[in-house]
């Protein structure tokens, strides 16, 4: 049995504790996004406001997510991802007590959402590396699909438990979700092991530096990571912005509220759910680039097209915004297994990071472009031009041999 497998014989139970642990505990983690939202959108209307927030969730992706695969390749994938969620949790208590005492300002959010995204940047590259030692490699497209249905189903959840935490709680007590999720998510953790992939003999690092060269290394020697790294980049640079500021848009542009975001992301997690449990049926063996940059580029259309309905045709954007959530899934998910198979697993959390760090830098330079872009020609040009631009850097991408040839690699 190799290391790239489970090293016990029954790893099913294992499995699904430690990836149920993690659902509620990301489930919580979409609700308190929503609810902090929403609230920035009531406070501030502001185009800016939300964008800043963006950047504060996203930046700490590009500072620290090389040096987050570095330490989920060197130290316990499962003690990284115990010890983020413990911060990550008392980030939440600190704000329940502000929000309780009335002394909470838009500087605290920005501050906490920081610290947050930090913990993000070193428990993800944990998380996704150990995806490859806790299942068969048979497994591995059944898992992209289950955490791209995982994905639809936060968003399914988030948005209208959002809402009604909303409704029938204060602030601080719907903060306190994400708290009691976290406690769920750690548990599992603490009971079963995660195995952790050795170092081929003659490449183990020196240090920290050294290792850092080494993912770097991985990614470059491959003209095709090299392509799918830039492609994604450039598509997180024009797209992401539209993400940060849809509640502005149901807010601004089709005269909703609350019940409306929650409505629109609800059904937009629907299509991830449907994505995933499609592409998990499907069981892609080849071909996977092919299905990312399609799915990607019908995914980033709908959103220009969202925008496009008129006021009065909010049901239609529902359908459109519905659509992109069901192609992002079929395109995130073998984008992933691509990423596992094609990359060498003691590589993995170092080469996750990178992405992470190119998603961290490219989200906050569109955040800023956008904010300003909102606040003077308005909310929806942000959408149409952001969608139409990531469109076409997706199907343009269809013309890169590297693309081809990556799974040839």
Same mark, same amino acid.
């Given at each position: 049995?190799?290391?790239? *497998? ?9 499995? +699904? ?7 509620? $505990?990301?489930?919580?983690?979409? #609700?308190?996004? +929503? ?30 997510? @090389? ?9 316990? =994938? ?42 993000? /940047?070193?428990?993800?590259? /944990?998380?996704?590396? $150990? ?16 955490? *791209?249905?995982?994905? !639809? ?6 948005? @209208? ?10 602030? *601080? ?73 849809? @509640? ?5 542009? +089709? ?10 992301? !609800? ?41 496009? %309905? ?14 992109? !959530?069901?192609?992002?899934?079929? !395109?995130? %998910? ?15 959390? =170092? ?9 961290? #830098? ?17 909310? *929806? ?29």
């Amino acid at each position: 049995m190799t290391t790239t *497998q489970p090293l016990i014989e029954y790893w099913k139970p294992r499995f +699904f504790a430690i990836w149920s642990g993690q659902a509620l $505990s990301l489930l919580g983690s979409a #609700l308190t996004q +929503f609810v902090l939202v929403w609230w920035i959108t009531q406070e501030t209307g502001s185009p800016t406001a939300l964008a800043t927030a963006g950047i504060m969730a996203m930046l700490p992706s590009a500072l620290f997510s @090389p040096l987050g695969g570095v330490i989920a390749d060197r130290l316990s =994938r499962r003690m990284v991802m115990i010890i983020t969620d413990v911060i990550t949790a008392v980030c939440m208590l600190i704000l329940v007590g502000l929000f309780a005492t009335d002394s909470i300002q838009l500087w605290h959010i920005y501050t906490l959402m920081f610290v947050r995204a930090t913990m993000q /940047a070193f428990q993800h590259p /944990a998380s996704a590396a $150990s995806t490859m030692n806790l299942v068969p490699n048979d497994w591995l497209d059944r898992a992209a699909g289950m955490n *791209q249905t995982l994905q !639809g189903m936060m968003t399914i959840a988030a948005a @209208p438990l959002g809402a009604l935490a909303l409704a029938v709680l204060p602030t *601080q007590g719907a903060l306190m979700i994400d708290v009691a999720t976290a406690v769920l998510g750690i548990v599992p953790l603490l009971i079963f092991k995660i195995p952790q992939p050795k170092v081929p003999q003659g490449t183990e690092a020196k240090t920290v530096l050294q290792d850092l060269r080494a993912g770097v290394h991985t990614i470059r020697s491959n003209p095709g990571l090299v392509t799918l790294y830039a492609i994604t980049g450039l598509v997180v640079f024009t797209i992401m912005p539209t993400f940060a500021l849809t @509640p502005l848009l149901v807010m601004e542009h +089709f005269g909703g509220g609350v019940t409306q975001v929650a409505i629109m992301e !609800g059904l937009a997690g629907i299509g991830m759910l449907l994505g995933g449990v499609f592409i998990g049926l499907w069981k892609l063996k080849s071909r996977r680039a092919l299905i990312v940059m399609i799915s990607f580029g019908i995914s980033c259309g709908t959103v220009a097209l969202t925008a496009l %309905a008129s006021a009065p045709l909010f049901w239609l954007a529902i359908f459109w915004w519905w659509l992109s !959530g069901f192609t992002f899934s079929t !395109g995130n %998910a073998p984008m992933m297994v691509l990423l596992q198979t094609v990359i060498p697993n003691e590589m993995q959390g =170092r080469a996750f990071s990178l992405l992470n760090m190119i998603f961290g #830098l490219a989200g906050p330079l569109g955040l800023l472009i956008a904010g300003p872009m909102g606040e003077k020609f308005g909310i *929806q040009a942000v959408f149409i031009v952001g969608g139409t631009l990531s469109a076409v850097i997706c199907f343009g991408s269809l013309l890169l041999r590297p693309l081809w040839n990556l799974e040839k690699h």
